[in-house]
């Protein structure tokens, strides 16, 4: 079936290490997103890709970075940079060009500090 | 700037009661998306429903149907007779393409809805 994954479900970040998360898409979706969760905030964008190797910071990019090498993979790294990264972290893809396509989101990723 | 605006925080009933989730939102695009998701307890978002700007007109899926009123910028999400089933947090969501040439979606804070059996 198609659809997207995200690993692992949960992650622990000790103080001053970088961590990685994994979104994977089967859709031929164009684009990807990395979206952040906290209790009572919604979804808050931190970075999107259009195509295969651009991307583009959303609107709390500060700390982390992303890779769009190929099609399916978008992977997220949280950097030491991050102060505050205990969240719930989604990814989700959809097609591009007019229409505004929903979005299809992955299972998520929760991160915590140890 | 957009805005989406879901003043209920948390919501119970009692399953087979109705319940209205409300949606506002604010924009300055002529053309937008707005867009409603569930979020059962594993996480994921799952598609409900998509409506454009141009089309006002209500939509009945099974249960759940949607009242779109652009007078008053509001996009109403009700379920009827309400399932155990349909506890989960319910997103609304704006889109429209930002000037970077993207379909900027700006998420309202989510309505938390438990159905007590």
């Known amino acids: 079936d198609g659809g997207i994954t995200q690993s692992p479900k949960y992650l622990f970040r000790k103080e001053g290490q970088n961590v990685t998360l994994s979104c994977e898409q089967n859709?031929?979706?164009?684009?990807m997103y990395w979206y952040r969760q906290d209790p009572g905030q919604g979804l808050r964008l931190i970075y999107y890709?259009?195509?295969?190797?651009?991307?583009q910071k959303g609107d709390i990019a500060e700390g982390y970075s992303v890779s769009r090498e190929k099609k399916e993979s978008f992977p997220l790294t949280v950097t030491s940079a991050q102060k505050n990264p205990t969240a719930f972290y989604l990814c989700?893809?959809?097609?591009?060009?007019?229409?505004?396509?929903?979005?299809?989101f992955g299972d998520g990723t929760r991160l915590s500090i140890l | 700037a957009q805005k989406v605006t879901q003043a209920q925080t948390e919501i119970s009933v009692v399953e087979k009661e109705d319940v209205t989730l409300d949606c506002v939102y604010e924009?300055?695009?002529?053309?937008?998306?707005l867009f409603w998701y569930k979020q059962p307890p594993s996480g994921e978002l799952v598609f409900l429903i998509r409506?454009?700007?141009?089309?006002?007109q209500n939509e009945i899926s099974g249960r759940y149907s949607w009242n779109f009123q652009k007078s008053t910028s509001s996009f109403n999400f009700t379920i009827t007779a309400s399932q155990v089933v349909d506890s989960a947090v319910y997103f609304c969501?704006?889109?429209?393409?930002?000037?970077?040439?993207?379909?900027?979606?700006?998420f309202g804070t989510g309505t938390k809805l438990q159905v007590i059996p």
């Open positions: 409506r454009n700007s141009f089309d006002e």
């Open positions: 859709l031929n979706h164009d684009a």
């Open positions: 890709s259009q195509i295969v190797n651009d991307f």
């Open positions: 989700a893809s959809s097609f591009e060009g007019e229409g505004n396509q929903p979005q299809h």
């Open positions: 924009t300055r695009d002529t053309t937008y998306y």
């Open positions: 969501a704006l889109s429209a393409w930002n000037s970077g040439g993207y379909q900027k979606v700006t």
